[in-house]
């Protein structure tokens, strides 16, 4: 089929690749002549494990184009897909005006009827307006319908979601948008195929979020209070997640969820409800218990030190989970700055998002990056752990711990087992686990 796809972010340029893999001809549309450059030679502009190889592998096929003139890519497609970018306002509600340019766009170039699917995140109801809009701007009457086809791509396994998906969601309100998309999807892929209307299928995607938004902050109060009993949550999470109707995904606790989509879709939602007029305490608690999690974290790093003042404390990670050079809504974002204002000398390290970090958060006489975890370690008064990379877990525990000057670890990840760490000789804190220091006796126990 030839397919359309306007935004070349993760959604888009995922979505693009992995359709173009599959067969299809597919042309993508950036308004920033460099994405469009970077991407034709075959450069991704995101980190994304596979993609690189299927980018270059489809180039070559000579099934993906990329452009940054709509016209080229509208008259060479039968389906146009919308992945741009719906970002956060400052009142919670999803930005929704790149997907309206996209539809202004749209509509003094159809020729032909031309089904366009929504595959950005957006509230219920996004696919009437861009319909509406349309229909505005036509002159004359357009054959075309609107539908929605959700993602549901995680960063840093996005090709691998797409090319095996649990479930594929088409939304879609006339016959002939409905075979359409089953026409594109149904060949290549045997997983459930939830057909519906378009708005249901809106409402799926951000129902997805939100729902394990909750799943993560019910597991995080858990944590809480498993640290009052002094049971562990790691056990009491495997524990309930084996329970096939719980699962023992979304059930890590810690420092909670970041990103660009989860915090986002979670207050939309909770703007959808407010409008309705539907009680949504439920969501806005699941928001308010992770925005805590950081200041919990926080806490611990001061039990822990103390006094911050001229302490070095290295920080490994900086991602909103690993796998990815995206810093969008991670904790690092608010604890870097908080543990530079309170006086400490700090030294990062992430595996991918340095760069990233440095134009945030320029070096300083207080602020350096290291290139590995152990450089960042090397006369540490303590490590702090935000992002859960593989390559933290695989560390000789034993080399850490004579390069640091204190053998302190708050972890925000849980990614160690307290008994192994006490084994090693660390002070350990993690979030829902009873805290490892140097004494069981609780008169000299730091307080
Ligand atoms: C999410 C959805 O999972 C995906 O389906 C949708 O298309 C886009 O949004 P993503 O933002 O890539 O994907 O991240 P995800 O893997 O969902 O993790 C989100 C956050 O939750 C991360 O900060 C992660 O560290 C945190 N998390 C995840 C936990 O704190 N505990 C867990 O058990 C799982």
């Known amino acids: 089929m030839r397919l359309g796809i306007f935004g070349t972010g993760y959604a888009g340029l995922v979505t693009s690749v992995c359709l173009a893999q599959l067969g299809h001809s597919v042309t993508a549309i950036d308004k920033d002549p460099e994405i469009v450059a970077a991407l034709s030679q075959g450069t991704p502009t995101i980190r994304e494990p596979g993609l690189a190889e299927l980018l270059a592998a489809t180039l070559d096929a000579g099934r993906l184009h990329f452009t940054t003139r709509p016209e080229e890519a509208i008259a060479a497609s039968d389906i146009i897909f919308v992945c741009v970018g719906t970002p956060p306002r400052n009142d919670g509600r999803a930005d929704l005006g790149q997907v309206e340019e996209v539809a202004r766009t749209i509509a003094p170039l159809l020729d032909g009827y031309k089904l366009i699917v929504e595959k950005s995140t957006v509230p219920a109801r996004t696919a009437r307006w861009i319909d509406w809009t349309i229909r505005r701007l036509v002159r004359s009457e357009r054959e075309f319908d609107v539908a929605s086809n959700p993602e549901f791509l995680r960063e840093g396994s996005a090709v691998r979601d797409f090319l095996q998906p649990d479930r594929i969601v088409i939304g879609a309100d006339t016959d002939r948008a409905r075979s359409l998309l089953l026409d594109l999807y149904k060949p290549c892929f045997d997983c459930p195929i939830v057909l519906t209307s378009v708005t249901t299928a809106e409402f799926i995607k951000q129902t997805a979020n939100a729902f394990l938004a909750a799943k993560i902050s019910f597991v995080n109060v858990v944590s809480d209070l498993c640290e009052a009993l002094g049971v562990d949550v790691t056990t009491v999470a495997r524990g309930i997640g084996l329970d096939h109707r719980i699962g023992g995904h979304f059930v890590n606790a810690g420092l909670g969820f970041g990103g660009s989509c989860l915090p986002k879709d979670l207050s939309a939602l909770i703007t959808v409800a407010e409008d309705n007029g539907v009680d949504v305490d439920l969501l806005k608690e699941v928001e308010r218990i992770n925005k805590a999690r950081v200041e919990r974290l926080l806490a611990k790093i001061e039990r822990a030190l103390w006094v911050l003042r001229h302490k ?136």
């Open 312 to 447: 070095t404390i290295a920080v490994l990670g900086a991602t909103f989970k690993p796998n990815t050079d995206d810093v969008r809504g991670a904790p690092s974002l608010t604890v870097i700055p908080w543990l530079h204002a309170a006086g400490a000398n700090l030294r990062v390290y992430d595996p991918a998002a340095v760069s990233k970090l440095k134009k945030l958060f320029p070096p300083d006489d207080r602020l350096t990056y290291a290139t590995t975890a152990l450089e960042a370690a090397r006369d540490a008064n303590a490590l702090v752990i935000l992002t859960d990379w593989d390559e933290f877990r695989l560390l000789d525990l034993e080399h850490l711990r004579s390069l640091m000057r204190t053998p302190i670890i708050v972890d925000g990840r849980n990614m160690f087992a307290p008994s192994e760490m006490q084994a090693a000789g660390f002070e350990y804190y993690s979030l829902g686990r009873g805290d490892v220091t140097l004494s069981a006796d609780p008169h000299r126990a730091p307080p």
